[in-house]
């Protein structure tokens, strides 16, 4: 049984993917801001850096090693970058990024040890192609490119894959929170199928990416974005 551990998984794609894995057989150890009464859950703040080991020592005494992590923590901000604080920038990119490199460190002794692993960093299409009142969003997603390919080619005779997953726009609260209806409707409009993605497509994603039938795709970044990605 592979032991997984996911960040931001007290809702939206995180959760689904916990979901997912639990029911296929995988022993899965959730970690997310929000206080919630489940077990093999640990509730923690990963934009601060104590925090990260925090975090890997108790699933270390609880689950011995992590074979499969998911970085999935993030938040999102929209608005003009001269109107945001320094905390703000801070916290966003510690969060977004900073969080998942260090846990990735922390976690990748023992996968080389065992000689299998797999780190799936849930990005966003923003770092692809920029968005507007976004740059720090953008930017912090973004070094998940630079840093999964050159990664997944530091551990690749481990046998550890490393592989980001880009969504557009999902049917999570964080984009009901940024989204008033009628924006919503107008952000449905130009995506190419017209609709928003599902987070179990996001996690089925994952499911494939870490499964023995992926373990020839390292390094790769997977846009799934309804097409929004592909241009007018």
Known sequence: MKNVLITGSSSGIGKETARLLLQNGYRVFQTGRKKLNIDNY????????????????????HFGSVDILVNNAGVYFCMPVEKMSFE???????????????????????????????????????????????????????????????????????????NSISPGWVNTELSKNALSDDERKETEEIIPQKRFVEPIEVANLVKYLISDNAKGITGQNINLCAGLTCGC
């Open 42 to 61: 640990l509730s923690i703040d990963l934009s601060i850096a104590e925090n990260v080991r925090v975090l890997y020592d108790y699933v270390k005494e």
């Open 88 to 162: 703000d920038i801070i916290y966003l990119f510690n969060l977004n990024f900073i969080s998942h490199a260090l846990l990735s460190k922390l976690v990748i002794p023992d996968m080389k040890n065992k000689k299998f692993g797999r780190i799936v960093n849930i990005s966003s299409i923003s770092g692809l192609v920029g968005e507007a009142y976004a740059s720090i969003y953008s930017a912090s997603k973004s070094a998940f490119y630079g840093f999964s390919k050159s990664l997944a080619l530091e551990l690749a005779p481990f046998n550890i894959t490393v």
